[in-house]
């Protein structure tokens, strides 16, 4: 059996060792170095030339879908299986079009995902479909975190800007206190500042400039449905303090 060479692209250290114990010992698998964050996978790709990727979405510096434009531009890509605990059509749909050969929904047992592993590679048929059937509910099951994750990624902020972790940050402030969101400027941007290690006004720009990216890649028709409103247009771009506001509404499942 000729060998695959695989590559392991997760900051999830644990589950990228459980992986990477199973895998090596499975027949026809060589692994190679494994990425913790979407440049590093890039930069890796150029070296170790796997033939095929096992990719998350969330990922520091840039995500799993910046990684898939970025692969799409080069002449010899490898084979790409999306492994991520999102589960949005918008999302799954996207992954496809930027060339991901599937998608698996986490939890996924680790024998599966290699069936699939020696799928694409072409050592065998798929023996399930792209996206595994999971129940409608699936979503209420989900914390706050992964749930504002999910949020983001499809109204379309990169993980790798600060604005991401600073928005996220505040969606949780006012998931433990509603109140906060009216002392914005006096707690909200000071506390995450103080965290972070930088100034409230930063922040506050920070935070501005993700919205404006989101908004600039044309998804509002997908964000009015997310967030339950027809409110945005192009020329209609909400403040830091509306757009927290209803993510966290979003994320706490009201």
Known sequence: M???????????????????????AQDGIILTC?????LEVLELIEHEKPDVLLLDIIMPRLDGLGVLRELAQRPVRPKVIM?????????IARAMELGASYYIVKPAEPGEIYEQIMAVSGSAAPLRPAVPEQPASAYS??????????LFLTIGIPAHIKGYQYLREAVRMVIEDRDIINRITKELYPGIAKRYGTSSSKVERAMRHAIEVAWNRGRLDTTNQLLGVNLFNERDKPTNGEFISLIAEKAAGE
Do not use: K, Q
């Open 2 to 24: 000729e060998h695959i060479r695989l590559m392991l692209a997760d900051d999830n250290l644990t589950l990228r060792d459980t992986m990477r114990d199973y895998l090596s």
């Open 34 to 38: 494994p990425a913790s964050d979407g």
């Open 83 to 91: 492994l991520t605990a999102l589960r949005s059509d918008d999302v």
């Open 141 to 150: 099951r989900w914390s706050p975190d992964e749930r504002v994750a999910n």
